[in-house]
């Protein structure tokens, strides 16, 4: 709406522009109203691509920040599977050892079967997590690079969008200097 009113108010203005240089030249009316209005139109398209280009931008912005909001995720979904990692590894050590030990007290009667047998379950829990964990961690890594690459396809849009804007706008300016 106010876009509108701007084109009016400017076409007003050449209006009163045009009727003054063609009193001061003595130009043909309709030559000047022709150029008024060639002027007003040139002035209505660039006022629409600025438009659409606003609007993509808003478009590319919104779906930039939730790209990267989704790879900020996968970043701390990633580190947190490789914490879980690292904490069975450094509990692998301590859970053979306990494993051992209960073999042995097994073979000199100190321990019962079942007791062994907890140990060997819960060792062998820890392996399968571990790999889980581990498939996981791969699934996420090739999930995180490939919105890395869209990422980086929205960043390169975004740019080209700006270098659009940026030459449409000295195409505009080249325009208004040589008149």
Do not use: W
């Amino acid at each position: 709406m106010k876009a509108s009113r701007l084109v009016t108010l400017f076409a007003v203005a050449l209006l009163a522009v045009a009727v003054d240089c063609q009193a001061q030249t003595g130009s043909k009316p309709d030559q000047v109203m022709e150029q008024l209005l060639t002027e007003v139109h040139q002035l209505r398209v660039a006022m629409q691509q600025m438009s659409v280009n606003a609007y993509r931008g808003q478009i590319m912005v919104e779906r930039l920040r939730l790209q990267q909001d989704q790879v900020s995720r996968l970043t701390r979904e990633i580190a947190s599977i490789r914490n879980e990692i690292a904490e069975i590894k450094s509990a692998e050590p301590l859970a053979k050892e306990r494993l051992d030990d209960a073999e042995k007290k097994l073979e000199t009667g100190m321990l019962s079967e079942i007791k062994v047998k907890e140990l060997r379950a819960s060792s062998f829990e820890l392996k399968r997590r571990q790999e889980r964990l581990l498939e996981r961690e791969a699934e996420l890594s090739i999930e995180l690079t490939q919105e890395r690459n869209a990422l980086g396809d929205l960043n390169n849009r975004l740019d080209a969008l700006e270098r659009e804007i940026v030459i449409t706008g000295l195409g505009t300016e080249k325009t208004n200097r040589k008149k």
